[in-house]
């Protein structure tokens, strides 16, 4: 065991901005290289050449050969929340968990990570950083062939490392049905070659290249989202002195995620209030085949929604120099517009606290998970199209550039979304400022939100824009 | 808002176990009385005599002709655990979420709880204290004809009551389908009128009762299992002064309710391990027609299982003077052996653990659930026959007394189980006895097995054994 608890340790390298391998702007000079290097071409094709792929015959499902990946189906939703709505979805659908693993390391008494620069088809920027690890079940059970993933056992053999975080999460549940991965931390000691294409990053580092656009990708961010920097029990600061909110912005972000069970409210009337909404809300989704989807049509190049909205799923042809295979197709979501995704923020009591949103989303395994203020982008939002909302993502959209405390581009999996993008926001509201809140959205602390995520009932939208907070 | 913080108030009825209104013998002689007077008649009839209940011709499923209550179908089970188990299983699905909710009201500065006597079919003595109000959504939007249930709308409406507790749970996961109830706990400042049947009783008496066998249903006892104790924060006990654990068994229970985080293991120690298991073990369910179950055979008297094991689903006449409707019919889940459920408690490091199991059945919502040290009953236990588990089922059975906190007979939900006992205990092992523990135990404190139950992690066996703990 390590004298000084984890949460100091990744406190200290979240407050580290540079690291001793190389500097934040050689990280992202390192991935932009990466992009050059591999050169990744991707082509839409029609589904007809998409090769192992195929529509069933019965019900239109698009599938693998091998029934492995993932499938594309219909969900027909019922939702009964503030309103009532109804609708036809393609949903993707893969039940296997995923490892998404991160290998730490201490050097001269700080923490690194390794991180891996990887290409995807869906990437805007080609590359991205991810964690040290991501594998299907299939992958590191091997039942494809092919090699068995990189450092994979670091993350499954005890004997070879230490657990420092390990949760099982949530993935987009508007396009994705109860996908969830393993979101792992581990701790090694021994020195491990570091192969090509992998680099020890600090996590302050990791969060300073959450400022450039689209370079680190949402299985980095729904990893780091879910390291605790803050010791529980009477010193939540151990041996630091507690920082002092009104230095800045980072200072007052560390002080809320200390505070766990107080705020404008306790976490039990925050728990009660998400019971309330479980009971009094009703989620209702069925299997449908994709040929039954009503509402979106199929063509030789596309499944698209009638009125063009949401998304559509195509097919793509990719071909690159850095991968085991070099040539492949597969089916991506291809985004109808831009997403905002963002949190209102703001100081009460001397606090700062998080407007949250209880959401209904059809692939959620509970009807309702927590949500950002904001989440407009893949979802079909008829579910949450009340008017209060549209007042808060005009606050967070057309806020005063003195109030936004981060915005930045952000992209989802390339490995399953085409270039889908969204601005992520932290928009902090001046305190007499006073926005009507729905009955579905409450103000919560950095703590007590943290302390939600890890009992997971927080959505990856939310994750990912919490691990874009910098404290430093 | 109350001065007091409602952990101290709940905390305040627990340590007393003689009311204002009458004493907790007395509570006894009124629901043996409301037994006598109330004159339950239940009889075994074959199925064809069940009146609206049938089997759907094409599945075999049993189901009242509303579509309505509850239905009997098919369940195809495959574990991948620590070992390998497949099998088929009638189980009862009843996907509304009911409401099992309890009215609290001060009296005198002490917090006491409206408790209902009510008569079941399946209920040992007839009649059980249960809560205030049990209503299926059916009852309480009045999709059935009928009264609707009183005090419901204290339990509904905001203007009339304060929540102090609220939480969705579980029920029996061998026998139900992801079947929920919310548990809520609400407040009334006005003087409402008691009706025949109701009456005001302290916290501490109920659990008073709870030494009685089979007084106290399964339904008061998952609600009061939910009620928080110890304040949260840097003085855990407000104004009290902290109980000292050499004192007894009930003040070193108080002592473990306290410690949050800390225990043997930290709390996020054991959601690890939680997470590891959830990614390691597999669940796979498929619904199934009742009549393609294998292994199970219908007559016309009942369902049963071909080796007499597990339980049997038998159809009853009821016959009432208590009730709206004085004589019905339905199917319940018949027993086949009274159970045995308990936990085995330690005093490690100068703090009470209890021994945790995580466990897999048929129908949780997750793969794994945290449940009894020990739970033998309905369950077909073929996914936990590892040999380490039988030395723990000796411990607890066979253990001398001086090791036994708590031992009685309870049973459960009289409306959907007949006469289904079992052996409630806990059982304190000596400092110097170390039995092994298999890797899907831990052991916890009371307040970290709190912390999980607080969030839904918690079987029912579980939750109502924690109920029968008596801190006076």
Same mark, same amino acid.
């Given at each position: 065991m390590h004298p000084q608890p984890k949460e100091r340790r990744f406190r200290r390298s979240a407050l580290t901005v540079e690291g001793r391998f190389f500097t934040t702007s050689q990280a992202a000079s390192w991935l932009m290289s990466t992009a050059e290097a591999a050169r990744l071409s991707v082509q839409q094709?029609?589904?007809?050449?998409?090769?192992?792929?195929?529509?069933?015959?019965?019900?239109?499902?698009?599938?693998?050969?091998?029934?492995?990946?993932?499938?594309?189906h219909? @969900? =027909?939703?019922?939702?009964?929340?503030?309103?009532?709505?109804?609708?036809?979805?393609?949903? #993707?659908?893969?039940? &296997?968990? !995923?490892?998404?693993?991160?290998?730490?390391?201490?050097?001269?008494?700080?923490?690194?990570?390794?991180?891996q620069a990887k290409m995807e088809p869906g990437n805007p920027l080609g590359v991205q950083m991810v964690p040290t690890v991501q594998a299907t079940r299939s992958n590191y059970t091997q039942v494809h062939q092919g090699a068995r993933p990189l450092y994979v056992d670091y993350m499954l053999d005890r004997r070879l490392s230490r657990v420092l975080v390990d949760h099982l999460q949530y993935e987009q549940g508007s396009a994705f049905f109860r996908k969830r991965n393993r979101n792992i931390v581990v701790e090694i000691t021994e020195d491990i070659p570091v192969s090509p294409g992998y680099q020890w990053l600090?996590?302050?580092?990791?969060?300073?290249? @959450? =400022?450039?656009?689209?370079?680190?990708?949402?299985?980095?961010?729904?990893?780091?989202?879910? #390291?605790?920097?803050? &010791?529980? !029990?009477?010193?939540?600061?151990?041996?630091?002195?507690?920082?002092?909110?009104?230095?800045?912005?980072?200072?007052?972000?560390l002080a809320s995620a200390a505070e766990r069970d107080q705020g404008v409210h306790t976490l039990d009337d925050l728990l009660q209030?998400?019971?309330?909404?479980?009971?009094?809300?009703?989620?209702?989704?069925?299997?449908?085949?994709?040929?039954?989807?009503?509402?979106?049509?199929?063509?030789?190049?596309?499944?698209?929604?009638?009125?063009?909205?949401?998304?559509?799923?195509?097919?793509?042809?990719?071909?690159?120099?850095?991968?085991e295979v070099t040539r492949w197709t597969q089916p991506l979501v291809a985004p109808a517009t831009k997403g905002l995704v963002g949190f209102l923020v703001k100081n009460l009591g001397g606090t700062l606290h998080l407007l949250v949103q209880?959401?209904?989303?059809?692939?959620?395994? &509970?009807?309702?998970?927590?949500?950002?203020t904001v989440q407009w982008g893949l979802g079909l939002d008829q579910a949450s199209s009340a008017t209060p909302t549209t007042a808060l993502v005009a606050l967070l959209r057309d806020a005063p550039s003195e109030w936004v405390r981060y915005s930045c581009t952000q992209s989802e999996e390339g490995g399953r979304f085409f270039g889908l993008e969204s601005e992520y926001r932290f928009v902090e509201l001046p305190e007499d400022l006073n926005p009507p809140i729905p009955e579905s959205y409450r103000w919560m602390t950095l703590g007590q939100l943290n302390e939600m995520l890890r009992f997971g009932l927080v959505n990856i939208e939310a994750r990912n824009l919490l691990s874009c907070l910098s404290f430093a």
């Open positions: 094709v029609p589904f007809a050449e998409l090769g192992e792929w195929a529509f069933d015959e019965a019900t239109g499902d698009l599938r693998h050969r091998s029934g492995k990946f993932f499938q594309v219909g @969900l =027909r939703v019922a939702i009964e929340a503030e309103s009532t709505a109804h609708w036809d979805q393609p949903i #993707l659908d893969q039940p &296997e968990i !995923g490892i998404l693993g991160i290998i730490a390391k201490e050097f001269d008494g700080l923490l690194y990570f390794l991180m600090t996590l302050g580092q990791i969060k300073a290249l @959450l =400022r450039t656009p689209n370079l680190v990708s949402m299985d980095t961010r729904t990893v780091i989202s879910c #390291l605790p920097l803050i &010791e529980r !029990g009477p010193a939540p600061f151990g041996t630091d002195s507690p920082p002092d909110p009104a230095t800045g912005f980072g200072s007052a972000l209030w998400l019971t309330d909404l479980k009971c009094r809300w009703q989620l209702a989704v069925e299997r449908i085949g994709l040929d039954s989807v009503r509402g979106w049509a199929r063509s030789a190049h596309e499944i698209a929604h009638e009125d063009d909205r949401f998304f559509r799923v195509i097919g793509v042809r990719v071909e690159s120099d850095s991968r209880a959401r209904i989303e059809p692939g959620n395994a &509970e009807a309702v998970a927590l949500a950002p």
